[in-house]
């Protein structure tokens, strides 16, 4: 806390994760002086997909992240379940997929690179204190103390689930993100290597582990027989919920902290690059007001997104019918990917 406190600096950034070190090194791009603090220390893993939208990866590649030997291209999405299959391809080139670790890792790089400078495993409490700095971004995540500490906490939240993650020692089967749908949960596949895949489970259930869900997946069973865990389990929660506002006076949010979408949108990571660089842009003219509509804009579509998986998830006779429906004329379930990630910086 002391060497927050002591500090001077243009920028400082609460939170090191991806949203944090991504606006990190858009703003120090434009010029300013920037630090980061963050509780943990790095590489910082986190229960997660780990799978990138298009529009993320063009902007990490934007920022100056050289992501081609670190990440396992994504070609598209597939959902599964119940023996129906439909799948799409992205239409606006691949998208990535990495351990959080080495993403975070070449963050982190890019960053340092910059010259931001970053103090790592310092928890910040209290934000009243810390008074050198023009600028203060909370990118602390899901439970942001620079949101609450600033009055921005949302008024609900609409969804509450929970996430677990594991990895196997196996190459990928294929190059699609694999969704598989069962009755108390989702279960989704992201090859992150040439010889490692990510399991994330996603559930209203707090007491369910992948262990249990997966006897819903024989199929995927199946695939797993022998693989051997290359990670240790690691759970989050993700919520959807959107805050009213994003900025009071010189403190604004990004990422997670500044409202999050549930997990199996896909788009946490994405979002937050894209705050990154809105943000970046909205201080270079020294006005957060334009931050926020465009904070606002690029919030929509994820919403809405959400909102459909998870009345999926919720109705299970619908979406059995809905995936048949599309199973029978592929184009559509495309023309819908293609519509769903659409880029947002135009
Ligand atoms: C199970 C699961 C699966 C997901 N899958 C995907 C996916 O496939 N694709 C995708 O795009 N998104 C996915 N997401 C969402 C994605 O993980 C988040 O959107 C993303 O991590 C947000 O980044 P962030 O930097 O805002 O927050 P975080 O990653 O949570 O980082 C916040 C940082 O702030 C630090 N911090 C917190 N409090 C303090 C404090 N008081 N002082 C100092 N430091 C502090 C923490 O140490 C942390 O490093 C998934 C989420 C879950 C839960």
Redesign the pocket.
């Known amino acids: 806390m002391v060497k927050v406190t002591r500090m001077r600096t243009d920028v400082l950034v609460?939170?090191?994760?991806?949203?944090?070190l991504a606006a990190a090194i858009a703003i120090r791009s434009k010029g300013f002086e920037v630090t980061v603090?963050?509780?943990?220390r790095p590489p910082?893993d986190?229960?997660?997909?780990?799978?990138?939208?298009p529009a993320?990866v063009e902007i990490l590649q934007r920022l100056g992240l050289r992501l081609s030997n670190d990440a396992f291209p994504l070609r598209g999405i597939r959902f599964l379940d119940n023996g129906a299959s439909v799948e799409a391809s992205f239409q606006f080139g691949p998208g990535l997929a990495l351990r959080r670790t080495r993403l975070h890792q070449l963050l982190v790089n890019r960053a340092d690179e910059l010259g931001v400078r970053m103090l790592w495993g310092?928890?910040?409490?209290e934000t009243s204190n810390l008074s050198t700095y023009r600028w203060l971004v909370g990118?602390?995540?899901?439970?942001?103390?620079v949101r609450h500490a600033a009055g921005l906490d949302a008024a609900g939240t609409k969804s509450f689930r929970f996430?677990?993650?594991q990895h196997y020692r196996i190459s990928p089967w294929t190059d699609f993100v694999e969704v598989h749908w069962g009755s108390r949960c989702q279960v989704y596949v992201?090859p992150v290597s040439d010889d490692e895949i990510g399991i994330?489970l996603?559930s209203r259930d707090s007491h369910l582990r992948l262990d249990t869900a997966m006897s819903e997946f024989p199929e995927l069973q199946r695939r797993l027989h022998g693989a051997q865990p290359s990670s240790a389990e690691r759970g989050?929660?993700?919520v959807s919920c959107r805050l009213r506002r994003v900025f009071r006076d010189r403190t604004v949010l990004?990422?997670?902290?500044s409202g999050?979408v549930d997990?199996l949108t896909?788009?946490?990571?994405?979002?937050?690059f894209h705050h990154a660089v809105a943000l970046s842009e909205a201080l270079s003219h020294g006005c957060l007001a334009s931050y926020q509509a465009e904070h606002s804009r690029l919030a929509r579509r994820p919403a809405f997104v959400a909102g459909i998986l998870l009345s999926l998830d919720r109705f299970p006779a619908l979406r059995r019918t809905i995936f048949k429906l599309l199973a029978l004329d592929p184009p559509i379930f495309a023309k819908l990917l293609t519509t769903l990630t659409a880029d947002e910086s135009g």
């Open positions: 609460i939170g090191g994760g991806p949203a944090g603090v963050d509780a943990a910082i986190k229960a997660c997909g780990e799978g990138i939208l993320g310092t928890r910040v409490s990118a602390d995540g899901q439970n942001s103390c996430g677990f993650r992201t994330a996603l989050a929660v993700t990004v990422g997670d902290a999050s997990a896909g788009e946490g990571l994405s979002l937050s």
